[in-house]
């Protein structure tokens, strides 16, 4: 068999597998979609849940179900996607499992912007949406400035972006301090990362941010995926590094800050996707779209475990930080092994 079939054979048959894995992945998410729409204080079968999605009237179903269970279900959706996405986008660009939102400062400056919101100016709705995205943006600019230098360093990155991660928690736990205390828990309810109070007026503009930057991020897809194999390589190859990379980060900044000021911060999601999607589907394929499916996935099967799964209920964050923590803790472990930190 020649060389070329060999090829050919294998990227169809990974690609077949790609197209099976998203497939199962797509029923789950439906599955948990129509999951949270039925389960709450009082259980609705899937006819109820149907007749009501299409405007029918029942008795006690329509409110319960149109006005708590499925702004819940749609910002857990939009958010894993979101969360998710931009995790495996930073991740990629950087070629580190630890260079997560979560890790380097974007959610850590989206959740700053948002308390100081909250506890000092009193604000809430979507001007908190607003100033977090602005502020987001702001920061990450500031650390892609400082780590570019001369030459731009990916470890150079990661390392000042965990700084003003640090720096900006401190901020936080001073506005806190210093805040009233019933404004306190308020805050600390939306610091642990929960799909408790989202209103449906919040889903319109979460869905079009959503679409639009996972849009710009799938286009540039082929293009991340060959940065993916080193700046020198990516420049010899014919692509402009320095242009995809800024839009490629400013896309996954906007999923991180508008997602993070609706929900608050969930922990791990950006973290965990992106790896995952990768053992799914292998080292090297396309996998945006269902690292996007993955972070739906994690989201919304651990808020109906911190509701209903427990004898007290937790918002999502909590779980997810369950599942996230150890993850970082062997990767950390591995990467020492390597000599990778």
Not at 231 to 236: P, Y
Not at 310 to 317: E, F
Request: aromatic fraction near 8%; hydrophobic fraction near 50%.
């Amino acid at each position: 068999m020649k060389e070329t079939d060999i090829i050919s054979k294998g990227y169809l048959k990974r690609k077949k597998n790609s197209i099976f894995i998203t497939i199962i992945l797509l029923l789950i998410t439906i599955s948990l979609c129509f999951s949270m729409l039925m389960i709450g204080k009082e259980y609705y079968s899937l006819e109820t849940v149907i007749k009501v999605l299409l405007g029918q009237e029942i008795d006690g179903a329509n409110f319960a179900i149109s006005s708590i269970r499925l702004p819940r279900m749609l910002s857990g959706l939009l958010v894993g996607i979101s969360l998710a996405i931009a995790g495996n986008t930073f991740q990629t660009i950087l070629r580190n499992s630890l260079a997560s939102p979560d890790v380097i400062g974007i959610s850590a400056s989206s959740s700053a912007a948002a308390v100081f919101c909250i506890l000092v100016l009193n604000y809430s709705g979507a001007i908190v949406s607003i100033i977090a995205t602005i502020f987001g943006i702001l920061i990450t600019t500031l650390i892609y400035i400082i780590s570019k230098g001369n030459v731009f360093s990916n470890n150079r990155l990661i390392l000042i972006g965990i700084g003003v991660q640090t720096m900006l928690n401190a901020f936080i736990s001073y506005i806190m301090v210093n805040a009233n205390e019933y404004d306190v828990t308020k805050a600390l309810r939306w610091l642990s990362g929960s799909l408790n109070g989202v209103q449906m007026k919040s889903i319109p503009s979460l869905f079009v941010i959503t679409i639009i930057f996972t849009c710009i991020i799938l286009l540039l897809e082929n293009h991340l995926k060959v940065m993916e194999l080193g700046e020198d390589l990516s420049i010899s190859l014919g692509v402009n590094t320095n242009l995809i990379r800024i839009v490629l980060i400013i896309s996954a900044v906007f999923l991180i800050a508008f997602s993070t000021s609706v929900t608050g911060p969930i922990s791990f999601i950006a973290f965990l996707s992106g790896p995952i999607s990768k053992r799914l589907v292998g080292t090297g394929c396309k996998n945006i779209f269902i690292s996007g499916l993955i972070g739906a996935i994690l989201v919304l099967s651990s808020d109906l475990i911190g509701q209903f799964a427990l004898n007290t209920r937790y918002p999502v964050g909590v779980i997810t930080g369950v599942l996230g923590a150890p993850y970082l803790l062997i990767l950390l472990l591995k990467l020492n092994k390597k000599g990778g930190v």
